[in-house]
């Protein structure tokens, strides 16, 4: 009896011993390397960092820095960051001051999303200046994913959301000369960069994303395009990584392109080729694809971002210790021209 005492101690000794030097091991390859020896294991993330489409991702980018740099998450860092453009007039395709649908009205969508797969949206809301915040309480507060319409509205008056005007003087004169141009074509990289979205890493490792749009200028009254939402403007995965969406919301909503981007990230590609990957993806079921604009940013778990497109012209932000940037995302056009050089 004794014997066997014995035995099973020595036993358990020689398991620990080995476990222990299989994490000494597994620990040496990740800080090496940076990526995990053991399959399933994440990569050890980088120093916080975050992320966002368009020139006016910059503003938001240090009003999200403030809360990253402090120690704050990455939700928190991704609501207070969009909420800038939502309260600045002069970005004419967000919140206060937005294009309006083809009625005069300015209708909102929004949506955010946190490292355990939580999420909330809202979808053509109106008279609310943050619907990022309103869709981060319908996350917290219901049991639901998304609310709309007059919906949306009530359940953001009772969260204590003031209404107000969302039209400005100058998007109210806009939209009245639209009117009378024959409902002009739209520009590309103009009136098509419906979206600000931002993807955060936070000190703790953590991802988190947001999306919010005043919509497509002009756009028939009710339509909802992708930024609201998940998986085809907006898509965070912990163990992987996160990506948003720009341009032609049509398109990401027919491919969930987002979720896409982050799958492609999972089988091994970095951020800028997986996004390039979604985007011939989309490109190589339209003829004229030359004709639209989608755009894809993603960020990795271990603080890698980059960015694609199918037009020259879409920019993104990047904010992290030491450095603000303003980068160019390669594009579609230009490679297949190179290719064809």
Same mark, same amino acid.
């Given at each position: ?8 101690? $020595? ?13 000494? *091991? ?17 990569? !050890? ?10 020139? @006016? ?15 704050? /998450? ?27 649908? =083809? ?9 955010? !999303?946190? @490292?355990? !797969? ?11 200046? %943050? ?12 049991? %639901?994913?998304? $609310? ?36 002009? *074509? ?6 098509? @960069? ?9 000190? %703790?490792?953590?991802? =988190?994303?947001?999306? /919010? ?41 027919? /491919?969930?392109?987002? %979720? ?13 080729? =997986? ?22 940013? #993603?960020?990795? *778990? ?38 064809? #050089?």
């Amino acid at each position: 009896m004794s014997n066997r005492r014995d035995f099973l101690k $020595l036993s358990a000794i020689g398991g620990m011993i080995s476990a222990l030097l299989l994490s000494q *091991k597994t620990l040496a390859a990740t800080t090496a390397g940076g990526k995990s020896a053991v399959p399933g294991k994440t990569p !050890m993330p980088k120093q916080p960092i975050v992320v966002s489409t368009w020139e @006016h991702g910059m503003p938001a980018n240090a009003a999200a820095w403030q809360i990253l740099s402090s120690g704050g /998450t990455a939700l928190d860092a991704v609501e207070q960051g969009v909420r800038v453009p939502e309260a600045d007039p002069n970005v004419r395709t967000v919140g206060l001051g937005g294009y309006p649908d =083809a009625s005069g009205e300015v209708t909102l969508d929004a949506c955010i !999303m946190d @490292h355990q !797969m939580n999420c909330g949206a809202v979808a053509y809301l109106k008279r609310i200046k %943050h619907p990022i915040s309103v869709a981060r309480k319908v996350m917290e507060q219901t049991s %639901h994913v998304m $609310l709309v319409g007059e919906g949306a509205q009530q359940f953001a008056k009772a969260q204590g959301f003031i209404e107000e005007n969302l039209l400005t003087e100058q998007s109210k004169a806009d939209w009245q000369q639209w009117l009378t141009s024959g409902a002009a *074509k739209p520009q590309i990289n103009v009136e098509n @960069h419906d979206t600000i979205g931002m993807l955060a890493l936070d000190s %703790h490792g953590n991802l =988190a994303g947001a999306c /919010t749009t005043s919509g497509a200028a002009y756009k028939l009254p009710g339509r909802v395009g992708d930024s609201p939402i998940i998986g085809a403007g907006l898509y965070v995965d912990n163990e992987v990584g996160a990506a948003t969406a720009t341009g032609q919301g049509e398109l990401m909503m027919k /491919t969930v392109g987002c %979720h896409l981007v982050v799958e492609l990230m999972r089988q091994g590609l970095s951020p800028k080729e =997986a996004c390039r990957k979604a985007v011939e993806r989309i490109a190589a079921r339209l003829p004229d694809f030359a004709k639209f604009q989608v755009g894809f940013l #993603a960020l990795s *778990k271990t603080g890698d971002s980059g960015a694609f497109c199918i037009q020259p012209g879409f920019n993104y932000a990047v904010q992290a210790q030491g450095s603000a940037t303003l980068l160019d995302a390669d594009n579609l056009l230009n490679q297949s021209a190179g290719a064809k #050089a």
